[in-house]
């Protein structure tokens, strides 16, 4: 029977399907296997059968430079089960903390009025965009401090904003000289500090970087010539990304800044069958959907669409919702006035639908330049990690149920793990009666409200749903309360 495993026909099939490297690989595997099966002195089919399968398994996992090939990668799996990410918006911008992170083409490029004034009145003539760098000196920032308020928000993932449009990298890129986190302004690697103290609480780490940069003089050039010619990718863009992957193994690129010009001037196929079949992080890393114009909701990993993307359905493919805190802006503003602020129940509203819809959700705060997160923040994060410390069973790791939503007295939205089904009431229920329609129950259901210990009664409705009698509730600030049904269909 051993000599079946090394059957000739067995290994023309490999021949025949494998690529020359996985057939090394194979070769490799079942020579290792043959030495121990011979001391085993008998033949071992599961050895030669998981060799066989990880040969398959490989090869399959050889990606080509097309959107079908790079499309039909599965997405690693933790990204659908962390559901929550933080998304951090830290960079020059933040020094003139007026308007949002567009500062500078608001100011230079569509030469916009009020920041035409802004700056006519607060600096001096001759002040460049160049001259805000030194004041972006991080002095208070302490990556540890901010992992621990990241943790504290119940977050999986922090997505850093490693290179915004403006161009300037929050490492040392050997490609940005000069206008970098490492050469001027902290003089600190701030992506590699963040990445330490996020991995140390074991949260995933992934790197924002923009694709094009406003006023970068190469890319003008390219834009000039209808983006026929790369001098930009070649020299600038597609070096550095390889540096940041290489460098600190993002778990997640948030690619943006492409849809000036297709896929085939960022190179993005040729990026990603890199990514996915030989850069470092080829098994965890995921991607979203901004590779060049026209790819957004269509190709990629999971899909943003359009910021703030709000499906009025259930979409079909993984997607995410980016939002900010800061209704106004991504970036850190001086001028944030309270009411521009999410108020934490609209933002755990907004929250579990996305989940409810198979979303995630990366929420967005702007730390000053001094590298501190604004205490308006602090408190909105540490109002949702209180909340998801009571309810996150009905969060991490669910599915859609194959309702999503109704209408009760309050609007509730459905999520399910496993056999469990959660109904989410979205604000406060006045009355301690409160009626579901589309789950139906058996005699073993069991309902009863996370946070509290005690099963509730219930009644059945005909010919579904049900009415529960609900507890003395307590009353978090977030406003939504978790009915865990089990033994319903
Ligand atoms: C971009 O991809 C083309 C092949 O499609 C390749 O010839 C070229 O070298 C790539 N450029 C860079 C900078 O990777
Ligand atoms: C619930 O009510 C809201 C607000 O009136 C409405 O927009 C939504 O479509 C309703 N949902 C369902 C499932 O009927």
Known sequence: MIKSCYHKEVFKTLRMNCSHRF????????LRNKTALEKMGSCNWILCVMSLLLCMSQMTAMYTPDWDSIDSRPLPKWYDEAKVGIFVHWGVFSVPGFGSEWFWWNWQGAKSPPYVDFMSKNYPPGFTYADFAPEF???FFDPNEWADLFEASGAKYV?????????FTNWGSPFSWNWNSVDTGPHRDLTGELGDAIRKKSLHYGVYNSLFEWFNPMYLSDKKNGFKTQEFPRNKILPELYNLV?????????????????DTYWNSTE???WLYNDSPVKDVVVTNDRWGAGCYCKHGGYYN?????????IPKHKWEKCQSIDMQSWGYRRNMKLQDLMDLPAIIKDLVYVVAFGGNYLLNVGPTPDGMIPVVFQERLTGLGGWLKVNGEAIYATKPW????????LTVWYTSKDSNVYAIIVGKPTE???QISAPVTTKSTVVTMLGTPTPLQWNALQPAGLIVLLPKIPDPPGQAWTLKLEGVS
């Open 271 to 273: 990026f990603l069958a």
């Open 159 to 167: 997505v850093l904003t490693t290179k915004h449009h403006e161009g």
């Open 23 to 30: 057939q090394r690989l194979h070769t490799v595997v079942c």
């Open 402 to 409: 194959r309702v999503q939503t109704e209408n009760s007295t």
């Open 305 to 313: 669409c359009a910021d703030k993307f709000t499906p009025e359905t």
């Open 137 to 139: 000196r991080a002095i």
């Open 432 to 434: 301690n009666l409160f």
């Open 246 to 262: 290489v460098r600190y193994k993002p778990d997640l690129i948030w690619s943006d800044g492409d849809w000036e010009a297709p």
